[in-house]
């Protein structure tokens, strides 16, 4: 080869590294134009493929890889084949996803083979053909190419570097085709969403690390009997309830007789049926999660392709407690979740997304597999696994309604399986609700398992926030929440509520800046009781805490913050109506003693009042009443134009970690809505707003005899009035939804409160006029 060929091809090459693309496509060019050694020109060419791929001129590198394929060396051609398949298949189908850089992967229900990860597994690939482990990879928008060298042997090493950089290589799951999920009842949205870029700090592992402190576990022990306590007395108050209906029914209704086997104590058959419940769980889990969710058995060989220390963490873990390994299972769900069920070691099962596996790395993988280890150590997958079987099918029975409902054409059918829709949904809410607090804790025991089982907190640091960008993109994708998101919500590492706002605005502020309020605000735990999951912001934190600990950077740097002084005030304001509820108690106890002392002086006698301590119950009902009606006009104060905020300034606003939310904020935001259709979301639980800064969680309630619903005006661009609030979890009390063609839907959150201020005060007077 003439001498002048080589420095010409490395500038090229170094150019496509960089990301200069268009110096890249000028020298490589040149070089097809200008040389003769056959090695150079086929390196030129394959570079010249990804520079036209990246630019956008596809026919360009369509015809380059159809002259690749011609090539006499097998390597060569092979590369050209998958390139030139996955470039058709990315710009030329119009069905087809597209890769996201962020790690998150849109799936084609009608391919049966889901894409390789684009930006997450280039490098991890290069590892695996060097049976070397993958370890951390930064995620840059001009990829890394390997300089080429001259020879048979050494044009292989370029082309995997080449094919990695394309995106063009085997897909990681070629085995391991995904169907849709069976009963999904949902149709995936193809529209393409734009990619954010997102840049990861990707800090190091521990090499050597030192056992962390021992924690007790008698909290996390409590919350375990507890939950399953609060489940058995829900179910048996409202099986209860149901009897009793049914039996003052029969009472009334004439020629009808009430049912004696109604009127016994169902507490002995709720037992024995809850603990055969728990001890099926495993297997019940297996039947319901095939069946609805498609699961089915990961094989070992394509973990191993994901992630190989995953196996190792798995096989070493087990080993060290003479437990057999959990059986592996995948769920065909591109955003990536995980979740463990199993009342013992040996009955347990770890489950994992497609989306988890293809959007994770290695590493990161590894550390959500050990955190799961950690739920079958402290045994509080038991547990969860029996509120699974409870709460699964009462969602599909729910799902089922829905589906009866939306197949109706008269309204007066509709309406009473809205309504049978709305009851059906809240049982299950109301069940889902008894875990909340063990869903809650446990995962601060699994984030420490999972840490120093990997000694990677930083691994798990990004997979957690990966995860709240692959969810929220899977939102995002197909314009609502999928049902599978929801009614396993319980279970999986990340919440899909609290990934909505994270994920969605991820490429546009940094982490630390959203994830402040998680960790300074001082009464951030009071706005995490009804949430399913404890904040992120808190989770990262004691991770690189941990990471210090060993002597390691973090991936977030959260600790020099100090927590915020704010007047209290303000919270007591926001938690007024619940403060009403115990000063209720204590105007009622001071009654009592006002008049057992007249009783005594033989003032007066109101032994027929005090003696009936319902009186009790409407001092609280007065109480919170009076606490509703001060909070008002604070809670929703007036949205002036001229201190309106738009969608623009939506980073900014949720930055700020001194705000709570009776701050309010009124805001005018534009985007586009997304929720679940028909009568499943009669309740509109899940309306959901798309701007162009992310995603807010909408919170409406209709106004009786309202002629427009929220329904009719889902995938379209609308304008929302009303008042952002800052919690554990954003969301917008929604005023007005108003259509680009002037079409209003009204949401008068002030007027129900107000109604219900007013019911509370007229009932609490009645019980305690009427003794």
């Known amino acids: 080869m003439p001498s002048h060929s080589e420095p010409s091809l490395k500038a090229g090459l170094t150019a496509l590294k960089q990301g200069d693309y268009q110096t890249a496509k000028a020298i490589l060019e040149e070089i097809l134009s200008s040389n003769s050694d056959r090695t150079a020109i086929i390196q030129a060419e394959i570079g010249l493929v990804v520079v036209y791929t990246r630019i956008g001129e596809v026919a360009a590198a369509i015809g380059l890889c159809e002259t690749l394929i011609q090539n006499e060396r097998p390597h060569v051609k092979e590369w050209a084949e998958r390139s030139l398949e996955q470039i058709k298949k990315r710009y030329q189908n119009d069905d087809a996803s597209t890769a996201d850089v962020s790690g998150f992967i849109p799936w084609n229900n009608s391919s049966p083979v889901v894409e390789s990860q684009q930006s997450q597994t280039e490098d991890a690939q290069m590892r695996e053909r060097q049976d070397a482990e993958n370890t951390n990879i930064e995620q840059t928008p001009a ?9 048979r042997s050494k044009t292989r090493g370029w082309l995997a570097s080449a094919a990695s950089t394309l995106g063009a290589s085997v897909p990681k799951t070629s085995s391991l085709p995904i169907p849709p999920p069976p009963n999904s009842g949902t149709t995936v949205n193809q529209e393409k969403v734009k990619p954010p870029t997102i840049y990861w700090r990707q800090a190091g592992r521990a090499k050597v690390w030192q056992p962390l402190p021992k924690r007790g576990l008698k909290l996390l022990y ?49 037992v024995v049926l809850i603990f055969v419940l728990f001890c099926l769980s495993p297997w019940l889990l297996d039947r319901l999660l095939t069946k609805f969710y498609g699961q089915r058995e990961l094989e070992k060989d394509i973990l191993h392709r994901h992630s190989k220390e995953t196996g190792r963490v798995l096989q070493r873990y087990c080993q060290q407690r003479g437990w057999r390994t959990p059986k592996l299972f995948v769920l065909p769900m591109t955003a990536p979740v995980a979740l463990c069920y199993g009342h013992l070691p040996r009955t347990a099962r770890i489950v994992v997304s497609q989306g988890l596996l293809e959007q994770l790395t ?90 120093e089982v990997t000694g990677n907190p930083n691994a798990l640091v990004r997979a957690l926030l990966k ?12 314009e609502h929440t999928s049902w599978q998101l929801e009614s396993l919500n319980l279970v999986i590492p990340v919440g899909y509520k609290q990934s909505l706002c994270l994920g969605s605005m991820a490429a546009d502020i940094t982490f630390e800046s959203l994830l402040m309020w998680d960790c300074i605000n001082p009464y951030r735990w009071w706005f995490v009781i009804n949430n399913t999951h404890p904040l992120i912001g808190d989770r990262a934190l004691r991770l690189c805490r941990i990471a210090r600990l060993w002597h390691v950077d973090p991936e977030l740097y959260l600790e020099s913050q100090q927590p915020l002084r704010i007047k209290p005030q303000s919270f007591l304001l926001q938690i007024a109506p619940w403060l009403g509820i115990p000063l209720g108690v204590a105007f009622g106890g001071l009654i009592w003693l006002i008049w057992q002392t007249l009783f005594a ?129 954003p969301w917008i009390d929604v005023q007005t939804l108003q259509t680009q063609g002037g079409k209003i839907v009204n949401s008068p959150h002030p007027i129900w409160s107000i109604v219900l201020a007013v019911a509370a005060e007229v009932w609490g007077a009645y019980i305690l006029l009427r003794g």
């Open 143 to 151: 990829r890394s190419l390997r300089v080429p060298t001259f020879g």
């Open 222 to 270: 409590l919350l375990q009997a507890g939950t399953c306590v609060a489940l058995f007395w829900v179910i048996k108050t409202l099986l209860v309830s149901v009897m009793r209906f049914i039996n003052d029914a029969f009472v009334k209704l004439p020629f009808l007789e009430p049912l004696q086997l109604l009127y016994r104590d169902p507490t002995s058959i709720l």
């Open 362 to 451: 290695n590493d990161e993988i590894a550390t959500i597999y050990a955190s799961q280890l950690g739920q079958i150590a402290h045994w509080d997958c038991a547990v969860m696994s029996l509120l699974l079987v409870v709460t699964i099918p009462i969602y599909q029975l729910y799902q089922l309604l829905g589906q009866w409902g939306d197949a109706k054409t008269q309204p007066i059918w509709r309406g009473i399986f809205s309504v049978l829709t709305s009851l059906v949904y809240g049982l299950w809410w109301l069940l889902t609700a008894t875990g909340l607090w063990l869903s809650q804790l446990r995962l601060y025991w699994c984030d420490r398992v999972a840490a």
């Open 467 to 478: 995860m709240t960008i692959g969810i929220a993109g899977d939102v995002q994708k197909q």
């Open 601 to 729: 002086l033989k003032l007066l006698n109101l032994k027929w009042i005090y003696e009936d301590w319902n009186f009790i119950k409407g001092c609280m009902l007065i109480g919170f009443s009076i606490g509703v009606l001060l909070r008002i006009n604070y809670f929703f104060s007036n949205i002036k134009p001229a201190t309106v905020q738009t969608d623009d300034q939506l980073p900014n606003l949720l930055t700020n970690p001194a705000s709570i939310p009776i701050d309010s904020i009124g805001v005018r935001f534009v985007g586009k809505l997304l929720g679940r259709r028909g009568t499943s979301n009669y309740l509109a639980q899940d309306l959901v707003l798309q701007s162009h800064t992310g995603l807010v969680k909408l919170h409406h309630i209709s106004w009786l005899g309202q002629h427009v619903n929220p329904q009719e005006l889902l995938g379209r661009q609308i304008t929302v009035t009303g008042w952002l609030r800052r919690g554990a979890t």
